[in-house]
C-alpha cells in the first residue's frame, strides 16, 4: 500500500496562488489514478482534480477548471496542485488520494482507497 502526505497549504489572500505537493511512499505513485479533493468546515468532501496514471489526462471540477492544474512526476514519486486565482470560496483542507481500482479517474470519494492527512488552504477576502 502507500502513504501520502500534503503539504504548502496556507494562508493567502484572494487572486493568489499556491503549489500543493503530495508525497507518496511505500509503493510506486504510477500505479494509481490521483485525485485532490477539498472539504469546507459542515460541507461534504467534493473532487477537485484527477489526473490519470501516467499524466496523459486530467480532469477538474467547474468551479476550479481554467484555475488549476493538476500534475504528476513519477520519477519522484510525488503529485503536484498548482492553484492560481484563489478564492475565498476555495478555503478548505486539501487532500491527496489514491486508487488502484479506478480505470481513468472518478468523482467519488469511494472509489479511493488511500488519504493523505489533508492540508488547509486558507483564502482571505
Known amino acids: 500500500q502507500v502513504q501520502l502526505v500534503e503539504s504548502g497549504g496556507g494562508l493567502v489572500q484572494a487572486g493568489g496562488s499556491l503549489r500543493l505537493s503530495c508525497a507518496a511512499s511505500g509503493r510506486t505513485v504510477s500505479v494509481y489514478v490521483m485525485n485532490w479533493f477539498r472539504q469546507a468546515p459542515g460541507k461534504e468532501r467534493e473532487f477537485v482534480a484527477a489526473?490519470?496514471?501516467?499524466?496523459?489526462?486530467?480532469y477538474y471540477a467547474d468551479s476550479v477548471k481554467g484555475r488549476f492544474t493538476i500534475s504528476r512526476d513519477n520519477a519522484k514519486n510525488t503529485v503536484y496542485l498548482q492553484m492560481n486565482s484563489l478564492k475565498p470560496e476555495d478555503t478548505a483542507v486539501y487532500y491527496c488520494a489514491a486508487s488502484a481500482r479506478v480505470q481513468y479517474y472518478s468523482t467519488s470519494p469511494a472509489f479511493y482507497d488511500y488519504w493523505g492527512q489533508g492540508t488547509q488552504v486558507t483564502v482571505s477576502s
Open positions: 489526473i490519470t496514471r501516467s499524466g496523459a489526462r486530467t
